[in-house]
Structures are given as structure tokens and as C-alpha cells.
């Protein structure tokens, strides 16, 4: 770590104060905002035109940009990356890493602590919002089933009821809070219901019901008309006589087929990965203590403009120069909404066979919802660490000055002390930088659709519907299906 040495003479140097090397090290080792901006406009890029390798290979060829605090975060974007190409397997080990680092990082050293409230959290490790977290065994549980092996894709349905009853008791108290995952819960029921186990299908489903239900004031998700059949047909093949009349009651208007009638059936379950995950921003909030610092502080705005990854070197040479300007930084969403409606969903028989059946996907997650609900439940954390941050930043950048100045001596302290004031104060702006990390190779939202149909050859054909009209995509699979098989189809469409 390199140290700064504001004095002048050998016998009277002493060490330089912490703030001062934590930010010198800080900016020279942090990734650049830019270049992460630029790395996942690459990847979006790769995945708009279909070219899901590409996106793989830049993911992969960033790892060292992501640094030793963002593995976690590597490992979640290359597992998706490589669940998009179809390389389950591989897929599997980059999250199952992922799982492993974030069990790892419950335990924090203290000095990583301290470091990160010197500086800003982006030195703390990434371990992922609790919906990520989540998501790491719901992408393992479809890399399972994509691979046709059910009984582990169990496991990891298993494994997300376990950390969705862990997380409800760890905000036991807060009754607003994110709790459960209705996507999760329903995807479970349809591994479970894959396999057999109409029992824990129907807990499954049930949770999911009363998960969608429950979040429906910020998750903007209703609980999709698909989830409403199941419940029916699930009820009715248990003989679950109250629960079958409860549910009907509450959905006069569905549709079902009872389990019965679809036992020499396969089913098709197609998962639309629309959009791209929303970003994060610096909101920078800048608190003049004098007269002349406010001036100053219009001043700026006025010629440089609103504060952004842009100005900051110019902001932080005027406000350490001035010394009084401290700095406060928040993150801010910036959502990036997808433009599809939904997919509409054709299956045609093959081999001169002329049926065909016709379905349309329902949203089932809103990723965007979920992290503006993350962000909104740790607001007030976050705000006043950061204002505490700023204000000891502050104080040390004015006992830098103070300590250079006595230490250089009579002659060169008041020169010193200037100096050394000034460049602390800078650090202190310009290291002050919100945590704008997040998964972003997750969508902006998953629609789902189930088919079930005869076995056979079919041509499988998913159109993107806008909701601005065109433009419009078609995808189309060959796909055969044997008497009581479920496939998982993966549609990834970035508009």
C-alpha cells in the first residue's frame, strides 16, 4: 500500500494517516465505472442478436475486472451466461461456487469492514442481494431439468425452501419485507408435479399462491392463470375436497383439465428470460458547510452540471481545494423495462401429422420490482453509513492537515498542512461512491407458459410479441416428446 509523506524532514516523518492510503489505493485499484458499463452493453449487445457464446466469452474474459471482491458476481453472470448456451454442467459449477462464497462470506474480517467504511462499500465483498441468492438454486434447478435429470433438480427445489423459510425468519419482525419468492415456489411445484410428488407439488403451488398474493402491492405480478390450474387439477387428483371448492370459488372463470386426462400427455414448460436487469446509479448528494463552500457548490453545477462518473475528478480538485464540501453517495435504480408482451407459443406436429396447439406465456417474475423492493428495505442502512462515512472522512482529512502541518515544522507547516488538507479533502470526494453492484445478466422479467400435448415430433415455434408493435422475433425448436415427459424450453430475448 503506498503512503503519502506530507513532511520534509526524515527524523520527524511519521506514518501517513489511514484515509489518505486507503483512497490512494482505492482509486488506483478500483475497476472503472465505464468499464463495466461498457462489458455489459457488450453482453446485451451479443444476446439482442442471439449470439449467446459471444456473451459467455466477454463474461469470461472480464473475470479479472470483476476483482477479488466481486467473485461472487463473476460467478453469477457466467452462470447465467453459460445456462443461455446450454452448457448446463459448466453452468452448474460457476453457481454452485457462487453458493459456496456467499455461505463463506457470512463471516467478514473487521479490517475489510473498516477498510470499506474509510472508502465505500464497493471494497466489501459482493454476496448478492437476498432474491439473487435465490436465484443461484432456481438457475441450478432449470440447468437440471434442461439436462433431463429431475431427481437433482429436486435438490435444488429442496435447497430454495430451505433459504425461503431461513430469510422469513430472519425478517420475522419486518412483515413488508421480501420473505418469500413466488417464481421459485412455483417452479418447485413443477419439478415435484414433473416427478410424481403431487404432495409437495401442491405445497409448492400453495406457497406460490399465497407468495404472489402476499407481494402484490410492489411485486406488480398477479398470480398467473396457469398456477390457478394447477391448484385445481392438483386438489382434485389429492382429494382434497375443501381445498378443491375453496379454489374454485376463488377461480369461477378458469379453465382445467384434471390430472386424470393428461397421463398419457407430455408437457412442455417454455421459461421467457424478457429484458435486461435494471442498474444502479450514484446519486451524489453534495452538503456545503460555509458560505463560501455553497457558493462553490453552485458554482459547480452551474458549469459542470449535474454530479456523475464524469465530473468527478473536477468536483473533487474544486471541493478539496475549498475543504468544505462533504460528499454523500446513494445508489439509485434505473430501471430498463422490456418491451415484450409476452410469447406466443405454437407447437406443430411433424411427420405429416397435423395438429397443433397454441398457447401464450404469463408473467411470472418481475426482477425490477424485486430489486427496487431490496433497495427500498435497506435505504435508510444504507443512507446513514454513508452520511457517517462522509463525516469521518471529513474529520480525518482535517486531522491530516493538522498532523502535517505540526509535523513539517515551523517554517514548512503552514505550506504542508494546506497541501496535505487539500489533497485529503479530494480523496474524500472522490472516493465517496455508492455500491451499484447487482446480477445483471438476470432479465428484466420471466414469463412462463405450460403445454401439454401427445407425444410426438413437433416444431416448436416461440414468437415475441412487442407491446409497441414491431419489432418482433421468432424462435423455433425441434422437439420430440415421449409419453409423460416435461421440457423446459429457455427463450432469452433482450428488448
Given at each position: 500500500m503506498s503512503k503519502s509523506r506530507p513532511t520534509i524532514s526524515p527524523a520527524t516523518r511519521r506514518p501517513a494517516c489511514p484515509i489518505l492510503a486507503l483512497s490512494l489505493a482505492t482509486l488506483i485499484t478500483l475497476p472503472g465505472c465505464a468499464a463495466t458499463t461498457s462489458r455489459y452493453a457488450l453482453v446485451e449487445d451479443s444476446l439482442r442478436v442471439g449470439n449467446v457464446t459471444r456473451a459467455d466469452q466477454i463474461v469470461e474474459q472480464a473475470e479479472r475486472?470483476?476483482?477479488t471482491t466481486g467473485r461472487v458476481l463473476y460467478r453469477m453472470d457466467r452462470g447465467m451466461t453459460l445456462h443461455l448456451a446450454g452448457r448446463y454442467q459448466e453452468s452448474n459449477t460457476a453457481l454452485d461456487l457462487a453458493e459456496?462464497?456467499?455461505e463463506d462470506l457470512y463471516t467478514r474480517r473487521v479490517r475489510t469492514e473498516t477498510k470499506a467504511f474509510l472508502v465505500n462499500d464497493t471494497l466489501l465483498p459482493y454476496e448478492g442481494e437476498p432474491y439473487e441468492q435465490v436465484m443461484l438454486n432456481v438457475l441450478k434447478a432449470l440447468n437440471y431439468a434442461g439436462m433431463g435429470q429431475l431427481t437433482d433438480a429436486l435438490v435444488e427445489a429442496r435447497k430454495i425452501d430451505h433459504r425461503l423459510n431461513v430469510l422469513s425468519d430472519q425478517v420475522r419482525d419486518n412483515k413488508d419485507a421480501y420473505r418469500d419468492d413466488a417464481f421459485a415456489r412455483y417452479l418447485t411445484g413443477i419439478l415435484y408435479e414433473a416427478t410424481g410428488d403431487l404432495n409437495n407439488a401442491f405445497i409448492a403451488y400453495r406457497n406460490a399462491y399465497d407468495g404472489y398474493r402476499q407481494a402484490r402491492p410492489w411485486a406488480r405480478v398477479t398470480v398467473p392463470p396457469t398456477l390457478q390450474t394447477d391448484l385445481l387439477r392438483v386438489t382434485e387428483a389429492l382429494h382434497l375436497t375443501?381445498?378443491?371448492?375453496?379454489?374454485?370459488?376463488?377461480?369461477?372463470?378458469?379453465t382445467w383439465q384434471p390430472a386424470s386426462q393428461q397421463q398419457d400427455l407430455a408437457q412442455i414448460v417454455v421459461i421467457g428470460y424478457n429484458g435486461v436487469a435494471p442498474r444502479k446509479e450514484d446519486q451524489f448528494i453534495d452538503l456545503p458547510i460555509s458560505l463560501n463552500a455553497l457558493q462553490l457548490v453552485l458554482l459547480?453545477?452551474?458549469?459542470?452540471g449535474p454530479s456523475n462518473q464524469d465530473?468527478?475528478?473536477?468536483?473533487?480538485?474544486?471541493y478539496g481545494l475549498n475543504g468544505r464540501?462533504?460528499?454523500?453517495?446513494l445508489p439509485r435504480l434505473v430501471p430498463q423495462k422490456t418491451h415484450v408482451a409476452y410469447e406466443h407459443i405454437q407447437l406443430a406436429g411433424t411427420a405429416g401429422r397435423g395438429q397443433a396447439f397454441t398457447g401464450r406465456t404469463e408473467l411470472a417474475q418481475d426482477f425490477t420490482a424485486l430489486a427496487a423492493k431490496s433497495l427500498n428495505d435497506r435505504y435508510t442502512q444504507i443512507a446513514v453509513k454513508a452520511v457517517a462515512r462522509a463525516a469521518v472522512k471529513y474529520?480525518?482529512?482535517?486531522?491530516?492537515g493538522q498532523g502535517a502541518r505540526a509535523a513539517a515544522g515551523k517554517d514548512a507547516g503552514p505550506l504542508a498542512g494546506i497541501l496535505v488538507r487539500a489533497l485529503a479533502h479530494a480523496l474524500a470526494v472522490g472516493t465517496e461512491e455508492a455500491d451499484k453492484r447487482s446480477w445483471r445478466t438476470l432479465p428484466d422479467e420471466i414469463q412462463i407458459a405450460r403445454l401439454w400435448v401427445p407425444p410426438g415430433s413437433y416444431e416448436l415455434r416461440v414468437h415475441s410479441v412487442n407491446r409497441n408493435g414491431p419489432p418482433e422475433r421468432d424462435a423455433v425448436h425441434a422437439v420430440t416428446l415421449k409419453r409423460g415427459d416435461t421440457k423446459f424450453m429457455i427463450e432469452r430475448v433482450v428488448e
Open positions: 475486472d470483476y476483482g459456496q462464497e456467499v375443501q381445498e378443491h371448492q375453496e379454489y374454485r370459488q376463488a377461480f369461477p372463470d378458469s459547480a453545477k452551474g458549469a459542470i465530473t468527478r475528478v473536477m468536483e473533487s480538485l474544486l464540501v462533504v460528499r454523500v453517495a474529520a480525518l482529512a482535517e486531522g491530516a
